[in-house]
Each structure stands twice: as C-alpha cells, then as structure tokens.
C-alpha cells in the first residue's frame, strides 16, 4: 500500500495530503510528469467519490504544480489548465469557509500566475493572501 492509502485508512486527513504531495514531488523531481500528473488525478477523483473537499483541495493544488512542471513543449505543461485547477481549489477554500487552505489555495493561484507573467493578478493574489494572513492573526 502507499502511505496515500495507508493515511487514508486511518482517517489522517494531514499524513493524506502531505503523502499526496510528497508524491507528486518525487515524480516531479525525476521527470516524470506524467505520472505526477495521473497521480494526482487518481486522488482527486478518490477525494470526490469520498466527499473528502480538504483532500480535494490537496489534490488540485498538486494537480496545477504538476501542470506546470517539465518541458514547456510537452502535452503535460499546460499552464491555464493550471491555473483552471488552482481557481477550483480556492474556490472549495472559499465554499468550505477554510481560510488557512484558501490562504494557500491563493498563494498556489499567485505561483501560476506568475510563471505566466500574469503579474499583476499575481500581486492581487497575494495581497488577498496577506490580508486573511493579517484577519487569522498569529496562532501561538
């Protein structure tokens, strides 16, 4: 079993998403984006039929690193399916009322904007990001 699967049994919705993501990173990291891109789907779609919106989150916000990954002629980089895909995990952010997820969710949306030099939504992106920084305030 992965550690996916594994964190899944168990019910740690935490050890999911950092399994989900450390694996999308390991086949990012040895150039195989085309698997990093069919895994995180595969755990997208496991989160939906589950009704998991937090892993789903993860799993969308894996999905658009891993479209923006490799080779900028390949089928796999496509960079407005990345941002397609970041919009949506800030969106089940925002429905969810989860601010620390649509804090990162804004920060992932802000990442893809600027590596398409969409600069400018980029600097609104991360000034909404900074502003529900300053409203949840320091947790210690």
Known sequence: KTA?????????SKGQ???LRRAVDTFLASDDVARAVDFAQQALAG???AGDSRGEI?????????????DR??????PAEA???AQEAL?????????RREVAALQ????????????GPAVASLEAALALCRKLGDAR
């Open 47 to 49: 989160y939906r039929e």
């Open 73 to 78: 002629h390949s089928e796999q980089h496509a």
């Open 58 to 70: 993860a799993a969308l916000s894996a999905l658009a690193a891993a479209h923006l990954a490799g």
């Open 4 to 12: 996916l699967e594994l964190f899944r049994a168990v019910g740690c």
């Open 108 to 119: 992932t949306v802000a990442e893809v904007q600027v590596l398409t030099y969409q600069m």
């Open 83 to 85: 941002l397609r895909v």
């Open 91 to 99: 969106a089940v952010a925002r429905y969810l009322g989860d601010r």
């Open 17 to 19: 998403e950092l399994a």
